[in-house]
């Protein structure tokens, strides 16, 4: 999905019936009673050649209390936080009410794309109400029939340019992975590149994530020095990635703050559903993964998850853990989180592990430590003839299976790309080679090369191994005498 779109206005002006027809079903209770959406509903649009994500939200109520309505206003505005474009309808054939002038005011102050629509737009009844719209000053109206299905073109060219906008900034701060290499480059360990310095127009992207109430927005607040983020006791707090750019030791970094990732069996509500996914899509976003930890209870099933995850899209992984100034036995307590890291954790053995204490900011500076190198691991080469000295020593000390008899030969071995590193063997007959002994020679790597915490690659490519004259036809023997009687002569 490249964009999402919420649908806000005052209840009953038709935003259930146009998200009805934008994910072509009807997903949403449509009826003339006004407060029959309560809830957030996310769905899957399509409009012409646009896939986006389209929310329908509850009515928008002139109240603040902790009322139905109030909580059900919170949860809009919530909603209007996160999307990426505002569609804000009015009732055209009511007008414009004081409502909806309040909350077009709202709009102005904290979405950056809104577009007006005025709904109920076909006949003449609707040209006063349209007209009064101008007055909102969010621009020109567009007239729409939710129900009708009228006004859909306008509503295409008003999202067309801004999804080009949004594909193209999402293009600008994706980072780039899976870097092919030549393999015929010739280059050894002094001349090879070192990893792309991080600048302003390319920072260094750290995505933050754990458990709700873990830290997360406390310990990027004292990174960044000031309270920009909202904290406090009660758990959920952030609800949707946001991107900060900081310089963080002379570094340039884009943080991303995400929301809370609980076991999926007990997020429920829809909110938070939008929020575990935008957490997830920043750390596809990111080059760096901190995994946050809370020290009183690392390691949960879904810390793994979280971390298995980050391994999974190839990311570079730092492990803090957080509140360690109220920790005690601080020495016992740091080797029994490395023993359980080694043990929960083997496909990342080695990765940084950094007691930190968000509310004191002690431990900061080896955090910046820690991700400066896996960020430098993540981006290591190795030249071709260390790689093969490296690979003869390995058969020397523990040779592959030959099942069924056949042996394997494993020929040379090339790195093809990086970020993260990725390495190529080429062998006879791969298919047969178990995962155990690519487990092995990829344990091997990280420990020699030292490329631990780093998620590697090593794929095993298949060589002929046959006779290159097999197959070829034999001159005949009278010819053979002939040809070999006429070179005596």
Same mark, same amino acid.
């Given at each position: 999905m490249s964009f999402t779109l919420a649908i806000v206005g005052r209840p009953n002006v038709g935003k259930s019936t146009l998200f009805n027809r934008l994910v072509g079903k009807k997903l949403a209770l449509v009826d003339d009673q006004p407060g029959v959406t309560r809830d957030l509903r996310e769905g899957e649009a399509r409009l012409g050649d646009l896939r986006f994500t389209v929310i329908d939200t509850a009515g928008l109520e002139g109240v603040t209390d902790n009322s139905l309505e109030g909580r059900m206003?919170?949860?809009?505005?919530?909603?209007?936080?996160?999307?990426?474009?505002?569609?804000?309808?009015?009732?055209?054939?009511?007008?414009?009410?004081?409502?909806?002038?309040?909350?077009?005011?709202?709009?102005?102050?904290?979405?950056?794309?809104?577009?007006?629509?005025?709904?109920? *737009?076909?006949?003449?009844?609707?040209? +006063? !109400?349209?007209?009064?719209?101008?007055?909102?000053? %969010? $621009? #020109?109206?567009?007239? @729409?029939?939710?129900?009708?299905?009228?006004?859909?073109?306008?509503?295409?060219?008003?999202?067309?340019?801004?999804?080009?906008?949004?594909?193209?900034?999402?293009?600008?701060?994706?980072?780039?992975?899976?870097?092919?290499?030549?393999?015929?480059?010739?280059?050894?360990?002094?001349?090879?590149?070192?990893?792309?310095?991080?600048?302003?127009?390319?920072?260094?992207?750290? *995505?933050?994530?754990?458990?709700?109430? +873990? !830290?997360?927005?406390?310990?990027?607040?004292?990174? %960044? $020095? #000031?309270?920009?983020? @909202?904290?406090?006791?009660?758990?959920?707090?952030?609800?949707?990635?946001?991107?900060?750019?900081?310089?963080?030791?002379?570094?340039?970094?884009?943080?991303?703050?995400?929301?809370?990732?609980?076991?999926?069996?007990?997020?429920?509500?829809?909110?938070?559903?939008?929020?575990?996914?935008?957490?997830?899509?920043?750390?596809?976003?990111?080059?760096?993964?901190?995994?946050?930890?809370?020290?009183?209870?690392?390691?949960?099933?879904?810390?793994?998850?979280?971390?298995?995850?980050?391994?999974?899209?190839?990311?570079?992984?730092?492990?803090?853990?957080?509140?360690?100034?109220?920790?005690?036995n601080k020495q016992e307590k740091l080797s029994a989180l490395k023993e359980s890291f080694?043990?929960?954790?083997?496909?990342?053995?080695?990765?940084?592990?950094?007691?930190?204490?968000?509310?004191?900011?002690?431990?900061?500076?080896?955090?910046?430590?820690?991700?400066?190198?896996?960020?430098d691991v993540w981006n290591r080469r190795v030249p071709t003839a260390a790689l093969n000295r490296w690979l003869t020593g390995m058969l020397e000390q523990h040779p592959p299976p030959a099942p069924q008899g056949k042996r394997i030969k494993l020929r040379y071995m090339t790195q093809a790309k990086t970020r993260p590193p990725g390495f190529v063997v080429m062998c006879s007959h791969p298919d047969k080679i178990p995962a155990s002994y690519t487990r092995h020679l990829v344990n091997g790597l990280r420990q020699d090369f030292d490329m631990q915490g780093s998620p590697s690659r090593l794929t095993m490519r298949g060589q002929s191994d046959k006779n290159p004259f097999k197959g070829r036809k034999k001159a005949p023997p009278s010819k053979l005498r002939k040809h070999l009687s006429g070179r005596r002569d």
């Open positions: 206003r919170r949860l809009t505005e919530r909603a209007v936080d996160m999307a990426d474009i505002c569609l804000f309808m009015i009732d055209a054939r009511t007008g414009v009410t004081p409502v909806d002038e309040m909350f077009a005011e709202i709009l102005r102050r904290k979405s950056a794309h809104v577009i007006l629509a005025a709904n109920k *737009a076909e006949g003449n009844a609707a040209e +006063a !109400g349209v007209l009064e719209a101008y007055g909102l000053g %969010l $621009g #020109e109206p567009l007239r @729409l029939s939710g129900e009708h299905g009228e006004g859909m073109t306008d509503l295409y060219s008003e999202l067309v340019p801004l999804a080009d906008q949004f594909e193209a900034d999402a293009v600008d701060h994706s980072p780039v992975v899976d870097v092919e290499l030549d393999e015929d480059e010739d280059w050894d360990a002094d001349t090879a590149p070192p990893a792309p310095v991080p600048t302003r127009e390319k920072p260094l992207q750290v *995505a933050v994530v754990g458990r709700p109430n +873990a !830290g997360k927005s406390t310990l990027i607040n004292k990174i %960044l $020095g #000031e309270d920009r983020l @909202l904290t406090g006791p009660e758990a959920g707090i952030t609800r949707d990635a946001i991107s900060l750019q900081i310089d963080w030791a002379c570094t340039p970094m884009r943080i991303f703050d995400t929301a809370g990732m609980r076991k999926k069996a007990k997020v429920q509500e829809k909110l938070e559903k939008l929020s575990v996914s935008d957490g997830l899509r920043a750390v596809k976003f990111a080059e760096v993964v901190v995994i946050l930890l809370d020290a009183e209870i690392p390691f949960e099933q879904q810390d793994l998850r979280i971390a298995d995850l980050a391994e999974r899209e190839g990311r570079a992984v730092v492990v803090a853990v957080n509140k360690w100034d109220i920790e005690d080694t043990r929960l954790l083997p496909q990342l053995r080695g990765a940084p592990l950094v007691p930190v204490s968000a509310k004191t900011g002690k431990g900061l500076d080896r955090l910046h430590a820690a991700v400066m190198r896996a960020y």
